[in-house]
């Protein structure tokens, strides 16, 4: 049974390399090599696109009359081999020629590569397909690019089904993107590319790298054919293939496929080795300076490298799900692309000339990728420590830049009006939310966590790279500072002078309000705000001086207040509350940040119906505060048009019971998507609170 299947893995491959050979290898070698040109008439570049659309639709027909043949024929295999021996492609009728055609060395079949470059066991097939599409990536016609990149897609889907295969043609892929990088170099460094894949991946991938079909010397010999088959080699080259790999893995999400686990892993291997530096192009294992006599063409060529970082940002960031955020048996295979970010955001940030809108763009990859490898990182608090870095290095503009300078009263502006226009950046503004969500979380992480993320920490040295006592120290005191100078550059300078500490609240939640995926993870992190106090109070004395602001904000963003303020925000109206519950994207958040915040209701009641003992608590640092920053006037008192503390806890008190009696009629006519019992028996718990503060 082995046997036969190798054997039609062998055929299908034999068919496909006499198709793409035939039909597009002439437009590669139509003339000496020195006299080729990527520059292609009108009327040529037609003739290529007709002939690449017949090649796709040969692939995608044979596909659909296999898949037809196996359903209608339990012994498809014997109707497939039958079928090829009738196939005028090949010209042997016998079986001893069949072999002879898919084992590429006999005379009905070639694959066209060069005598000294035939590999055995097929694999001179799949180099010979692959060199070809990959060489008609130099013509400058992106038609064409676009074209030959989905014959490379059709390919993969076609030899899915052939894992060994499969995984063999998207290695060579990789290598077709190594060599392109490092086509300016005289000798070029097979081992970097030579598809040596980290033990998490599967036993076939395994096997793939430990065999001789996928060895150093293989792999050198195709890059050696593929430069021989590529006019001039441009950067470009390797957007368009980044982007079909980044299609092959969206097709193997649609599709559920075994095989993603294998390309992420894969490809997360040859991600590494690409190594890079602001100024520099992509190499495979070298440097190679951009830097030209001609300003124009260091111009062109730098473009060129922001649209390859771009391509490469768009697949790293489809490696990594929003799903696999809470995956730890992932963990492993992620934390390794922990070493790309710092040189993605180094080049990109540095990036002048580019349209606002690609920066924008690239700017929300970069912090989406952060968002979800951030779990991954955090058994090593040094990586944590690095994120944070960062952000302060290259988003301090969206750190720091006041979170009230777009709120205004929108009421009085139509939708659409150009003076809305100017009070709102919608893009800046979901910039912003990202950056302060992912510093928050470190900040709060190091400050609060224990000694579990401690044991791979890096990071028992100072900025001057003196020791320090322990990881301890070090990591929670970078927390706090980070926090406490952040707090006091963002919101006690430029806001508390003329707002409450409510203001701050309230503003920080209007940031939030327009993105609900965002809001929820954000208020569940906030609740971890009152450990920030009690980490600065098991310090030393000699530091909490100069942690002000952290523990400001720690008071300030008291999670029994911020949930007062998130219900008066929404106007106290429950059915906003049972939207956000039922919501598909947010629901499970929603959920979990109410039971807690009803769980600290139940626990800090008194502090629930009096706001005052709120007020009380800031008011206490602020004097000290006050006597550490002279001339600086902090002002906390309510606003005057502010309802009354009992105001507050009537409202809210309608609010939350509304919210009950309309989940327990959804859930008695099971409209409600999930058991909302754990939800309804905290409500009951705040309900009979409420009765025993009236009776008293």
Request: charged residues 25%.
């Amino acid at each position: 049974m082995a046997q036969r299947r190798r054997w039609r893995e062998r055929q299908h491959l034999a068919r496909l390399c006499d198709l793409v050979a035939d039909s597009l290898l002439p437009y590669l070698e139509p003339e000496p090599p020195g006299t080729r040109q990527p520059e292609l008439l009108r009327e040529e570049e037609r003739c290529v696109l007709l002939t690449l659309a017949r090649v796709n639709k040969a692939i995608r027909g044979w596909d659909e009359e296999e898949e037809e043949e196996e359903v209608d024929d339990g012994d498809a295999s014997d109707e497939f081999s039958t079928k090829l021996l009738r196939d005028d492609t090949y010209l042997s009728v016998s079986s001893s020629c069949l072999l002879e055609i898919v084992s590429c060395s006999g005379e009905a079949h070639s694959c066209s590569l060069p005598p000294d470059h035939h590999f055995d066991d097929g694999f001179s097939c799949l180099a010979n397909i692959t060199s070809i599409l990959v060489g008609l990536h130099h013509f400058c016609s992106d038609y064409i690019k676009h074209s030959a990149g989905n014959i490379l897609m059709a390919i993969s889907n076609s030899l899915m089904k052939f894992e060994a295969v499969w995984i063999q043609f998207v290695e060579l892929v990789w290598a077709a993107i190594h060599t392109v990088s490092a086509h300016n170099h005289s000798t070029i460094d097979a081992s970097n590319c030579s598809g040596k894949v980290s033990t998490c991946c599967s036993s076939a991938v395994e096997s793939i790298s430990q065999s001789t079909m996928t060895s150093i010397t293989s792999i050198t010999v195709f890059m050696a054919v593929l430069k021989l088959r590529c006019v001039s080699i441009s950067r470009l080259i390797m957007t368009s293939l980044f982007r079909v790999l980044h299609t092959i893995l969206k097709f193997l999400k649609l599709s559920d496929s075994e095989l993603k686990d294998d390309f992420i892993c894969l490809s997360i291997h040859h991600i590494q080795k690409l190594r890079w530096h602001p100024g520099n192009q992509l190499i495979a294992g070298k440097v190679v300076s951009l830097v030209k006599d001609d300003r124009l063409s260091f111009s062109r060529d730098y473009a060129q490298f922001g649209f390859v970082s771009g391509s490469l940002l768009q697949l790293v960031c489809s490696l990594v799900e929003q799903s696999d955020m809470e995956d730890t048996g992932r963990r492993d295979i992620f934390v390794k692309l922990v070493d790309v970010i710092p040189r993605l955001v180094t080049f990109l940030q540095e990036q002048q000339d580019i349209p606002k809108g690609l920066s924008q763009y690239y700017k929300h990859k970069i912090l989406m990728l952060m968002m979800r490898l951030k779990p991954h990182m955090q058994q090593n608090c040094s990586h944590i420590i690095c994120l944070l870095k960062l952000l302060r290095d290259h988003f301090q503009n969206l750190l720091h830049e006041p979170m009230s300078r777009h709120i205004s009263k929108l009421e009085n502006c139509l939708e659409g009006s150009p003076f809305l226009g100017e009070i709102q950046d919608k893009s800046t503004r979901h910039l912003q939310r990202q950056a302060m969500y992912l510093f928050l979380s470190c900040c709060i992480f190091l400050a609060c966590s224990g000694n579990d993320s401690r044991q791979k920490c890096s990071s028992k040295k100072d900025e001057f790279g003196h020791e320090v006592q322990g990881c301890i120290d070090h990591c929670n005191y970078f927390g706090l500072a980070e926090i406490s100078d952040w707090f006091q550059r963002c919101c006690l300078d430029k806001i508390l002078d003329s707002k409450s500490s409510t203001g701050i609240v309230l503003c920080f939640l209007q940031l939030y309000i327009e993105e609900d995926d965002i809001l929820f993870i954000i208020l569940l992190q906030l609740l971890d705000a009152p450990l920030i106090s009690l980490a600065i109070d098991n310090m030393e004395s000699k530091c909490t001086s100069e942690l002000i602001g952290a523990k400001l904000f720690s008071i300030i963003f008291d999670p029994v207040h911020t949930f007062h303020v998130l219900l008066s925000l929404l106007r106290y109206d429950h059915l906003v509350l049972v939207d956000y519950l039922i919501s598909k994207d947010v629901g499970v958040h929603c959920a979990q940040y109410l039971l807690r915040c009803l769980r600290l209701v139940s626990q800090c009641w008194n502090a629930f119906i009096d706001d005052s003992v709120y007020e009380a608590q800031i008011q206490k640092l602020t004097y000290k505060r006050q006597r550490t920053l002279k001339n600086t006037k902090l002002g906390f008192s309510r606003d005057k048009g502010s309802n009354s503390e009992k105001e507050l806890f009537l409202s809210a008190k309608v609010c939350l019971l509304s919210l009950k009696r309309t989940l327990e009629d959804l859930h008695q006519k099971d409209l409600f998507p999930y058991n909302p019992k754990p939800l309804l028996k905290s409500l009951a718990r705040f309900e009979e609170l409420c009765e025993q503060c009236c009776n008293n």
